[in-house]
């Protein structure tokens, strides 16, 4: 029987997360991982201000800006015409732009700092069947299988499943769901960004404090490159976004049906809503990316959004968090920041179980209520990018154009940084 303090089920972003919180305040914490290896591909891409004030916590947010790419503004387009832009200058006060940084590098940055404060303490290719909790101060014993057939046991004060949308410990902890399948379907893929997204943009002076000065500018590629493309289409969404290593991200919403991951038919859904950039629609529309050439693909994805959200997170001293407590809608790519905003909460309560009865009660309903407004964010987002009647569609647009000409952009690139949203 091994034995530790906080068991974590789960090495993605939050449960290396929420281990790196806990073995900086001297707990002792083992995380188990099913699969052997980390992924390869990513499907999050986004770290939003809140998102590198958790990494702060940890001494990463530099690190990881210095790998990304600061995106700065984002321009909107509906049906080939200039709705306006948004500035992320005035977003947050140290981190005045949204990161883009795959999802696998900022799992390794989490696995490396983790190994340095608690050596050994992630056990891959080990898989939880038993979870048995007393709810009596007992505690928690953990059967698991690794994929040698080998059966490994473990006692923990407490157990925390950070392992997805399909938690095996929620599951055992039987705790249930509601959830609701919107249908909506999409195809992204990663491309060679082939060319800069157009002229630079005027970009602000970043404050003394930011994270963002000359040095993390060197690193993040030129000012252009630093721009999110929306298209709103009558067939539906075509989105891009720049990420390290010269590439661009392109999702696109292929209406109620789930689409081949083919990179061919990717490009060509862009191609067709997008339109050629070339000769007069070149000077039109200056700041669109050059289209993705299918060769260059390095990652393709189909996804169908849904909602699902834990009716608990709290089951005696098992707790359940980030997607294995609420997937929403990744449109807006909010959910790896929801799932470390519940580890920052999470995280003093585990490390003063031995003081005495904590208050997880407070915590699972400021959590679920956080998740709620997150997945109504997401869901908002989502709609605005369906495809829509024409009526419908220019009254969309021409409130766009307006708000976007107006203060009240700023506002917006609050919202769509996360500013205010969600909180601890």
Known sequence: ???????????????????????????????????????????????????????????????????????????????????????????????????????????????????????????????????????????????????????????????????????????????????????????MGDFADTASAGPAAPVAEPAADSVAGPAADSVAGPAADRTAVIHLHRHGVVESFPLPGGQRRWVVHTGRQQRPESAGDLVALVRERRGERSGENASELPELPELPDAATATMISAFTVYRQLARRMVAGRTVVIGDAAHAISPIGGQGMTVGWLDALALAPLLSGLSEGPSDFASFERDRLRAARRAAR???ANMVLGRPLWAGVRRGRDTLARAALATPAKHHLARLYSMGGVIQR
């Open 377 to 379: 964010m997401a869901e």
């Open 1 to 187: 029987m091994e034995r530790t303090e906080v068991l974590i089920v789960g090495a993605g972003p939050v449960g290396l997360f929420l281990a790196g919180l806990l073995a900086a305040r001297g707990v002792d914490v083992a995380v188990l991982e099913r699969r052997e290896h980390p992924p390869k591909h990513s499907r999050a891409i986004g770290l939003h201000p809140p998102a590198l004030d958790a990494l702060a916590v940890l001494g990463l947010d530099r690190a990881a800006v210095a790998e990304g790419i600061t995106v700065r503004r984002g321009v909107g387009y509906g049906d080939g015409r200039l709705l306006g832009e948004i500035t992320f200058d005035r977003a947050h006060p140290r981190y005045p732009f949204v990161l883009t940084l795959r999802q696998s590098r900022t799992e390794q940055l989490l696995a490396e700092h983790l190994e340095r404060l608690a050596p050994g303490a992630v056990h891959r290719g080990v898989e939880v069947v038993v979870v048995k909790d007393h709810d009596a101060g007992a505690p928690v014993l953990v059967t698991a299988r690794t994929v040698q057939g080998e059966t490994r046991e473990w006692s923990a004060q407490a157990v925390v499943g950070a392992d997805g949308a399909h938690s095996t410990v929620r599951w055992l902890a039987g705790i249930s769901v509601d959830r609701r399948d919107w249908g909506d379907s999409y195809l």
